[in-house]
């Protein structure tokens, strides 16, 4: 069985700051990882997703994460923050086999001014 | 270009009546989703339908129905509405059933039931 986990409910940064939102995943095999991100009254839009290859991946909006398969972890990050990324972060897993995403609970992201 | 649409948008109705939810996605995909996020926004899939054949169907009561009428709609009835049923429901899309392709979401439909 596969699972996520999004230890932290919500996460305070001030702009310009660097932020990170942190995620493990436990899977058979080897792992498909996704970042979701959610603004107010829309759906999920995607960020980025680690296949296979480099560790650090890029994604858009200047968001990258780091696959780590020793400590099962893909947390995503942010050099620098922005009022604009206040919104609600989803880490979501696969297996690599046919089969459903696992979303995690998400991660509300305040930045303040 | 909507790439994965819903409609409606907002749906208020009482308990007791059935309701439908429309999905359609224009992305050419041969997957489609339903998830229902609830008031804690935890996103739950529901089901899981592959060129018009339902390959995910998780544990949900029976009043939830879904139909594909071809690969690029999939469609959500829902029997005698419960107060338990209001949540956004979102219909997701994927270009194929495996793989590390991402998924397309609709922007919701939020269902109030009273």
């Known amino acids: 069985a596969q699972s996520v986990a999004q230890p932290e409910d919500q996460v305070n940064v001030a702009e310009g700051n660097p932020l990170t939102v942190k995620c493990t995943y436990s899977?058979?095999?080897?792992?498909?990882l996704f970042w979701y991100v959610q603004y107010p009254n829309r759906g999920l839009q995607f960020l980025l997703k680690?296949?296979?290859?480099?560790?650090l991946v890029k994604g858009s909006y200047g968001f990258e994460a780091e696959f780590n398969k020793s400590q099962t972890s893909f947390h995503l990050k942010k050099p620098s923050a922005l009022v604009s990324d206040s919104a609600l972060y989803f880490c979501?897993?696969?297996?690599?086999?046919?089969?459903?995403?696992?979303f995690g609970a998400g991660t509300q992201v305040v930045v303040t001014p | 270009d909507t790439a994965v649409s819903q409609t409606p948008k907002y749906l208020v109705t009482q308990m007791g009546n059935d309701k439908s939810i429309k999905c359609e996605q224009n992305?050419?995909?041969?997957?489609m989703y339903w998830y229902k996020q609830d008031s804690k926004k935890f996103l739950k899939i529901m089901f899981s339908?592959?060129?018009?054949?339902?390959?995910i169907n998780e544990t949900v009561p029976n009043r939830f129905s879904p139909k594909s009428p071809d690969k690029a709609h999939l469609n959500l009835h829902i029997n005698s509405l419960e107060l338990g049923d209001s949540a956004v429901y979102f219909c997701?899309?994927?270009?194929?059933?495996?793989?590390?392709?991402?998924?397309?979401f609709g922007p919701g439909t939020r269902l109030t039931v009273t």
């Open positions: 997701a899309s994927s270009p194929r059933v495996a793989g590390g392709r991402e998924q397309y």
């Open positions: 899977v058979s095999g080897n792992p498909y």
């Open positions: 680690y296949i296979t290859g480099d560790n």
């Open positions: 979501a897993v696969r297996d690599n086999s046919w089969g459903k995403f696992q």
């Open positions: 992305l050419g995909h041969d997957t």
């Open positions: 339908y592959n060129n018009k054949e339902l390959i």
